[in-house]
């Protein structure tokens, strides 16, 4: 990995130390917009219980706690970025409504259909297996349960085959839109359906 590949991924992929830190900072003024719109296509109904993989700063947990969303939990794998998301939703984590976790996508700590709704902003393409972080997204959601990816210019994903990746996983109704320079992948997971292998 080059020198500078490698302080872009200490800053922005999987954060850490001061990079990390100066990354957070930046991610919760640039992501602000694309984690609103895709906040906004999960169709979030009351009670509905919410994972966001890779929060980041948190600041697509605070637009969640701002919905009718019931308990809205997090799970990133930087030391930095859980303590910058904790600080930033420290109210709601104290009332309970939000709980932030150190973790990854590949072992969520989570039982199977705990979640009716999940996204991921500017972080799948950071996964070391995108399908199998997928598949165990999958698990997690309840039947018919929601899933949106979003993902912004700086993201370095490419839409093409992310349908694909999101059918081999398991989810149906797979659709992928556009806004601005943005775009994002909703799927769902189908009622009674388990994850291919």
Known sequence: ???ARNIL???FGRP???FGRLGGRIMARSNRDCAAWVVGQLGIRERDNILEIGFGPGVAIALLAETPAGHIAGVDQSVEMVEQATARNAETIA???VSLQRGSVERLRFADGTFDRAL?????QTWPDAIGGLREVHRVLKPGGALALGFTRHSGQSKDRLAET???AGFTAVSVLEHDTDFCARAIKPPGGQARG
Do not use: D
């Open 1 to 3: 990995m080059s020198f």
């Open 9 to 11: 991924m200490r800053m």
């Open 95 to 97: 009332h309970g409504r």
């Open 120 to 124: 991921a902003i500017n972080s799948m």
């Open 16 to 18: 850490e130390g001061i």
């Open 166 to 168: 999101l059918l081999s």
